[in-house]
């Protein structure tokens, strides 16, 4: 596709359930980028992949998130066990390389009741 | 390990005036820096990004930057705003490493006066 595409756009769910966000970063990218930006907040950085190397999982805020990239490509941020504090736009963003643009997608916004 | 701050959260000036926004980083060597915009309802957009050479960057739509080493600033100007500009505004850094993940800043919101 031409740009980043996150899926879905909304998400509701209840607390205690797990859920699933996909990413799908612009081909060829290297780099694919999960960010948490919470109402009125910046954005928190969660987990880094690049490449083939080990993903950078230093943001991640509890052992219930995790995140997983198939192949180079796709990418899930998976939440388990929900918590109304897990609500948030969950951002995805992509890169060529180090010295590239962070192309970033529209966003899941998670909604926990 | 990287870090940026922001220290404005708010900010408003009148249509037609200069802006500055201010960002300070903290890495160890060289960084590359960006800003980003997200107006609302919309996704970051890049405005502009210093990774070596003049420390003055243009960026679009009539923004500027200028990356200070000795203040480890990266402060963001427009010398006459539009009332499109009103929107949040973060600075970014990340290292030369491969393995060195885009950190962000808290953002600052932008207000124009009419």
């Known amino acids: 596709g031409a740009g980043v595409s996150q899926s879905p756009s909304n998400k509701v769910t209840e607390k205690g359930k797990d859920v699933e966000l996909r990413c799908d970063p612009i081909?060829?990218?290297?780099?694919l980028y999960w960010y948490r930006q919470s109402l009125g907040q910046g954005l928190e950085f969660l987990i880094y992949?690049?490449?083939?190397?080990?993903?950078?999982k230093s943001g991640l805020p509890s052992d219930r998130f995790s995140a997983e990239r198939t192949g180079g490509s796709v990418s899930t941020l998976t939440i388990q066990r929900t918590q109304q504090e897990d609500s948030a736009v969950y951002l995805c963003?992509?890169?060529?390389?180090?010295?590239?643009?962070?192309?970033f997608g529209q966003g899941t916004r998670l909604t926990v009741v | 390990a990287q870090s940026v701050t922001q220290p404005d959260i708010h900010i408003t000036v009148s249509e037609g005036a200069s802006l500055e926004l201010r960002c300070n980083y903290s890495?160890?060597?060289?960084?590359?820096l960006f800003w980003y915009v997200q107006s609302p309802g919309q996704g970051l957009q890049l405005l502009l990004k210093?990774?070596?050479?003049?420390?003055l960057v243009q960026g679009i739509k009539g923004f500027e930057a200028e990356f200070k080493r000795s203040q480890s600033s990266f402060n963001l100007r427009k010398p006459s705003v539009h009332w499109s500009d009103a929107a949040e505004y973060f600075c970014?850094?990340?290292?030369?490493?491969?393995?060195?993940?885009?950190?962000f800043g808290s953002g600052t919101r932008l207000s124009i006066r009419p």
């Open positions: 210093y990774f070596s050479g003049d420390t």
């Open positions: 963003a992509s890169s060529l390389a180090r010295d590239s643009e962070a192309f």
């Open positions: 081909s060829g990218h290297t780099a």
């Open positions: 970014a850094v990340a290292g030369y490493s491969s393995a060195s993940k885009i950190i």
């Open positions: 890495y160890g060597a060289t960084p590359y």
């Open positions: 992949f690049q490449g083939n190397s080990a993903p950078d």
